[in-house]
């Protein structure tokens, strides 16, 4: 009995080792950015009450100060790190101030810099979905399209201290935030709604991870991802339902940022509650998913 205890023991202690040695092999290779507008700086402003925008040109990251700690919804790509951070310090906030780090989905230009918050306020407990944890927690290294490793880290492996689910909550100080699924994107992408007062009066603001499918992602054709074609159409049928007050996206093209503030414009958190624009948007989204379902059975039935 006591040698089959020893040898379970000596076992999982070879496999962490060769899992630590196979971990420390990895590089960090980051790929180069493509996309000017990800790492072109925008001032960081108010949206509504105590939630801030904080990213960048285009990758959408809040932050949200709850009274008791600050809450940070995204990090930007990897690089987009002093961005964010000047931006929260110019709103008069400090990074190590940040109580709560989650994201909206794990992709590397919203995941990328997430553990250099994480060393900022290494106190802070970071939420993410159970099913995209295992992608952040490996740097980007694993991710549904790439289940067997790219075989470098894209970007810094992301401590995960809570794994969530829809439904889940995320409370800190006088901020309730209720996670939604958004799956379909990826494997565990998530929307956020939470109410906001302000001036009198209540909000209800959805962060929403719009459901566009990538470049070369195939609906029939994702060994990595059995589920997708469900889970893109349960995501944009829930999501045509919602009727936030103000909403945001993960992406600031998804929410016609450019198109509704300018840097300098008076404070008006009504600037994002176009509820006909989100409508259209979810729309657009399920006509291209069922575009590229069509597209991709109809290739399959030749
Ligand atoms: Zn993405």
């Given at each position: ?260 503030y300018k840097p300098g414009d008076p404070y008006n958190?009504?600037r ?31």
């Amino acid at each position: 009995m006591k040698s089959k205890l020893l040898l379970a023991a000596a076992l999982a202690a070879l496999a962490g080792t060769s899992m630590a040695a196979q971990a420390a092999e990895l590089q960090y290779k980051p790929p180069p950015i493509t996309n000017k507008e990800w790492e072109t700086p925008f001032p960081g402003f108010k949206i509504v009450g105590n939630m801030y925008y904080v990213g960048t040109y285009d990758l959408g990251c809040y932050l949200i100060d709850t009274g008791a700690g600050l809450i940070l919804i995204n990090s930007g790509a990897d690089g987009s790190y002093p961005l964010i951070k000047a931006n929260i310090e110019k709103l008069g906030f400090k990074t190590s101030d940040i109580k709560i780090i989650t994201s909206t989905h794990g992709h590397g230009d919203h995941v990328g810099d997430l553990a250099a918050f994480q060393k900022d306020a290494p106190a802070a407990k970071t939420y993410m979905n159970f099913r995209d944890a295992p992608t952040i927690e490996s740097g980007g290294n694993i991710d549904y399209r790439r289940p067997e490793g790219r075989g470098f880290y894209p970007y810094h492996p992301v401590k995960v201290d809570v794994r969530t689910k829809p439904g889940d909550h995320i409370k800190l100080g006088n901020t309730d935030l209720t996670l939604h699924q958004a799956y379909g994107h990826t494997p565990g992408a998530t929307s956020f709604t939470f109410t906001v007062q302000d001036g009198g009066r209540n909000y209800n603001v959805l962060i929403v991870n719009m459901n566009g499918i990538n470049a070369g992602v195939k609906l029939l054709g994702s060994p990595g991802y059995p589920t997708i074609v469900e889970d893109f159409a349960s995501t944009l049928k829930e999501q045509a339902t919602y009727t936030p007050d103000l909403w945001v996206s993960s992406h600031a093209g998804q929410f016609n940022l450019h198109q509704v503030y300018k840097p300098g414009d008076p404070y008006n958190p009504a600037r994002f509650g176009d509820l006909a624009a989100y409508k259209l948007k979810i729309a657009n989204a399920t006509k291209a998913y069922e575009k590229q379902l069509a597209e991709e059975r109809a290739a399959k039935a030749k």
